[in-house]
């Protein structure tokens, strides 16, 4: 069970996380927030979902997004998320975040959705489509969150903005009707948390890249994930060492790192007087072993498509169960005649 509704001494803590179905996981996905999610499930009540809603702000090719949205949902289960220990589901089944989105877009304020970097950011990119989904996206963000009463959320630096819009507008319900919502509070994992393009090691790893050597897809092949390595941008030297001015050796040896449970000065030492070749060769070899379990279980949890949408079926029900409590106290504080 989870967002345990189960009787305890002592509540877990109830953390929060979606990711939209934009194509397959990049390595810097599964670093920086999926492999993380699944050690969370001893010690957390926890909630995953497809955050499909979320993807409609830019123009979507309907067959593509039914079939990423499948294709994310299988990959997190791939990549540890269990269903009897964690909530898994796909935000656009569950109807209260589209509700609450609304009422919450009522109780945000012009201006602090302008401020909203990612705003300006999207704007820029899609000129020729900027819609008011894109304006608002915070306050569904907001939705997500507080339907869940979650206490905490993994957050990027990108996000983090957004994660406090949510504590401001919280907060603001909560002094006029009263103590409605949970404030939820950032979770950054202390390692692994920014995993940055093989290609250009000062940017973000992203599956949008147009450079497919700049980025690990979960789901490459081991020769390929090892020929990306071996393409990686370093530098001049010879000397496998982390420090300022070496953004790409940094980079690999932060993955090497999080993959291996190595730690940097050990990292240095074993590779001490080898070229980079070899620690290239190394860092891809070790990547590909730790996605090779992935890759198969993604491939047994597509085959069987019906039992695959008997576990998202099953997550839609119980989310939309704990979410429309949430929903239910928010429209009696408003006075919004019950059904």
């Not at 949205?69 to 935000?91: M, N």
């Not at 957004?162 to 401001?168: A, I, P, S």
């Not at 730690?263 to 060769?281: C, H, N, P, T």
Request: charged letters at 25%; proline letters at 3%; hydrophobic letters at 40%.
């Amino acid at each position: 069970m989870t967002v345990n509704e189960a009787t305890r001494t002592e509540r877990k803590k109830v953390i929060l996380s979606g990711i939209q179905p934009t194509g397959i996981f990049t390595l810097g996905n599964y670093i920086g927030a999926v492999r993380n999610w699944g050690k969370m499930q001893e010690d957390y009540d926890c909630a995953y979902f497809i955050a499909d809603l979320h993807s409609l702000t830019v123009r979507q090719e309907p067959a593509k997004l039914r079939k990423q949205t499948l294709d994310a949902f299988a990959l997190l289960l791939a990549c540890g998320i269990d269903p009897e220990k964690s909530l898994v589901f796909i935000q656009s089944h569950v109807h209260a975040h589209a509700e609450l989105s609304w009422i919450l877009s009522c109780y945000s304020m012009f201006g602090e959705l302008s401020r909203m970097t990612q705003f300006k950011d999207k704007s820029a990119k899609h000129v020729d489509n900027v819609n008011a989904g894109l304006f608002t996206y915070p306050a569904l963000m907001a939705a997500d969150i507080l339907l869940y009463q979650a206490d905490f959320v993994p957050v990027g630096e990108d996000q983090r903005q957004h994660l406090e819009f949510t504590r401001d507008v919280a907060a603001r319900f909560n002094n006029i009707y009263g103590e409605v919502f949970r404030m939820p509070d950032a979770y950054i994992p202390e390692a692994g948390a920014r995993i940055m393009s093989l290609q250009e090691p000062t940017k973000k790893m992203s599956k949008s890249d147009t450079n497919v050597n700049a980025f690990i897809s979960i789901l490459d092949e081991p020769n390929a994930i090892v020929n990306k390595f071996k393409r990686a941008v370093t530098d001049s030297e010879t000397v496998v060492c982390y420090r300022e001015g070496k953004d790409g050796i940094n980079n690999l040896m932060s993955i090497y790192s999080v993959v291996t449970g190595e730690s940097y000065d050990r990292i240095e030492r074993d590779f001490a007087g080898k070229g980079y070749g070899d620690f290239k060769l190394a860092v891809g070899e070790a990547v590909a072993e730790e996605l090779r379990p992935i890759r198969e279980k993604f491939a047994a949890l597509t085959a069987d498509k019906a039992a695959l949408e008997a576990l998202y079926r099953k997550g839609a029900e119980t989310a939309a169960h704990i979410a429309e409590r949430t929903l239910g106290k928010v429209k009696k504080k408003l006075g919004l005649l019950p059904r």
